[in-house]
C-alpha cells in the first residue's frame, strides 16, 4: 500500500460524498419547493375564510412554515463536506493511469494490457485524475467476474485532445441501460452504490474533458475519456 493512501482514501470518500450530497440537495429543493407551493395556495384560499380574522395564529403558522422553509434551504447551500484541495498541474496521463493501476486490487483472473501511444500532457488534479481511471478499472474489473482482459490506452485524437481508453471483456451493456450510467445510484450490480460513472463524468469535466460508454468492438464495454492536450510529450512546461 503507497504513503500517500490517507489522502487517496479521503478524496475517494469526498467524491462518493460529493455525489451523494448533490442528489439530496436536488431533491430536497424540489420538495421545498412543493411545500411552498402548497402552503402559498393554502394560504391564498385561507385568507377568505371568516378563521383568517377570527384566528391570529393561521398566519403567523403560515409565517413560520416559510421561514423555516427558508432556513432548511440555507442548510442545504452550506457546505459541509471537507474536500481534499486539489493541487492542479499539467500531468501524463499515461503515468496517472499508471498510478490508478497500482492502487487497483485487480484479480488474477484479469490479464491487463496497456498501450501508452501518446504521452502528452493534460491539465488537472493528478489524484483526481487518477481516482477517474480507478473508478474505470473497477467499473470494468465488475464487469468481469469470472476474468478476462482489461484494456488501457492512450491515444492523440484527429482534433489533437489526448484519449485515454479503458476496455473490458465482459458481457456489455444493455442499450437501454446506457443512457443512465452517468446517473447516480445507477447500478444492476447487488450491493454496489453506482456512483462510480457518475464520479467519472463530474472529475472529467473538472479538466474540460467528457466520457463516451459504448459496447466494445466484438464483445465488452468501451469507455474513453477525451481530454485537451495542454503540452507535448517531452516539451518544457510552459511552452
Not at 447516480?184 to 453506482?194: D, Q
Request: with cysteine; aromatic share 6%.
Amino acid at each position: 500500500m503507497d504513503e500517500q493512501t490517507p489522502g487517496v482514501e479521503a478524496r475517494e470518500r469526498a467524491a462518493v460524498a460529493e455525489v451523494v450530497t448533490a442528489v439530496l440537495r436536488h431533491d430536497l429543493r424540489n420538495r421545498f419547493s412543493s411545500i411552498r407551493n402548497a402552503s402559498y395556495y393554502l394560504m391564498k384560499q385561507a385568507q377568505k375564510s371568516e378563521l383568517w380574522k377570527a384566528d391570529p395564529r393561521v398566519a403567523v403558522f403560515f409565517q413560520l412554515i416559510d421561514s423555516e422553509l427558508a432556513s432548511a434551504e440555507e442548510l442545504l447551500s452550506a457546505r459541509g463536506l471537507t474536500v481534499p484541495t486539489e493541487v492542479r498541474s499539467r500531468v501524463a496521463l499515461c503515468e496517472v493511469a499508471e498510478q490508478a493501476l497500482a492502487r487497483s486490487r485487480l484479480p488474477p483472473s484479469i490479464r491487463v494490457e496497456r498501450t501508452w501511444q501518446e504521452r502528452g500532457r493534460v491539465e488537472g488534479d493528478g489524484e483526481s485524475l487518477a481516482l477517474l481511471v480507478r473508478c474505470l478499472i473497477d467499473n470494468a474489473v465488475e464487469a468481469m467476474p469470472g476474468g478476462g482482459t482489461l484494456g488501457l490506452r492512450t491515444l492523440r485524437s484527429e482534433d489533437g485532445r489526448i484519449l485515454l481508453e479503458v476496455t473490458d471483456t465482459g458481457p456489455g451493456i444493455g442499450e437501454e441501460l446506457r443512457a443512465r450510467v452517468f446517473e447516480p445510484f445507477m447500478t444492476t450490480k447487488a450491493g454496489h452504490a453506482g456512483v462510480g460513472l457518475c464520479i467519472v463524468q463530474r472529475l472529467a469535466l473538472r479538466s474540460r474533458a467528457w466520457v463516451e460508454l459504448r459496447p466494445g468492438a466484438s464483445v465488452g464495454t468501451w469507455a474513453r475519456v477525451s481530454f485537451p492536450l495542454v503540452e507535448e510529450a517531452g516539451a518544457p512546461a510552459g511552452t
